[in-house]
């Protein structure tokens, strides 16, 4: 089956400083979504990806989906504390099925005030 | 408009019974998914519901697990027999059907299932 690698798996980062995560997988991927998991609730999307290539961002968040469609990339800008928790990236495939996901193993982010 | 709420919250339960886990999707969404969230690891499919089809069962670990949809809304995930290992966060989400859904899946907070 599909497979996701997410690296790196954890960051321990200065307040204000920029932060770099990525996936890549075996197969292509139609839409790239990156979600972000605090303690106790339930991931949230944070930005979704539709085309090879695309670059998107949402405030201090900027994301990429890979010209191979195999790959994505998250970077946040100018880190807070409150951007600690873990951020997960997905892969779908549209099938007869529906909108089945594939989840990246996540990269906890801690940032030192 | 509500999001995606799940109950009970927390579950601690003896080692051999069974348990159900209800989860309630965004009005309108005729997706359903449910995931299995390991202490400090990525979510794991389950099973996946789309509107009066035959659900995707794929991701279902055992025969001991199983859900319902009833009415295209509310669903029941139920563990029968309960093992330790079965310990986890079960999540749901919900989406909207089809290519304008666009793979946006929304979750809920979790059921935090405790096998003693």
């Known amino acids: 089956g599909q497979q996701l690698n997410q690296s790196p798996q954890s960051m321990f980062i200065q307040e204000g400083e920029d932060v770099s995560m990525n996936c890549t997988s075996s197969s292509i991927f139609n839409t790239w979504l990156w979600y972000k998991q605090e303690p106790g609730e339930g991931p949230v999307l944070l930005i979704a990806?539709?085309?090879?290539?695309e670059l998107t961002s949402n405030g201090r968040l900027t994301a990429q989906f890979g010209i191979t469609r195999k790959d994505s990339f998250l970077n946040i800008s100018a880190s807070i504390p409150s951007d600690v928790g873990i951020y997960f990236c997905a892969g779908q495939n549209y099938n007869n099925a529906g909108n089945m996901l594939t989840f990246g193993g996540g990269t906890r982010l801690m940032v030192k005030p | 408009g509500a999001g995606v709420s799940q109950s009970p919250s927390n579950k601690v339960t003896e080692k051999g019974k069974d348990v159900e886990l209800r989860c309630d999707p965004i009005s309108g969404h005729t997706a359903l998914y449910w995931y299995r969230q390991s202490l400090g690891q990525g979510l794991e499919f389950l099973i996946y519901f789309q509107g009066n089809s035959a659900p995707d069962k794929s991701g279902l670990p055992s025969d001991r697990f199983s859900a319902e949809r009833t009415g295209g809304s509310v669903s029941t995930l139920t563990i029968q027999r309960t093992q330790q290992e079965d310990s986890a966060v079960y999540l749901c989400?919900?989406?909207?059907?089809?290519?304008?859904?666009?793979?946006?899946?929304?979750f809920g907070p979790g059921t935090r299932l405790t096998v003693l």
């Open positions: 990806l539709y085309k090879a290539g």
């Open positions: 989400a919900s989406s909207s059907p089809g290519l304008a859904g666009g793979g946006r899946q929304y």
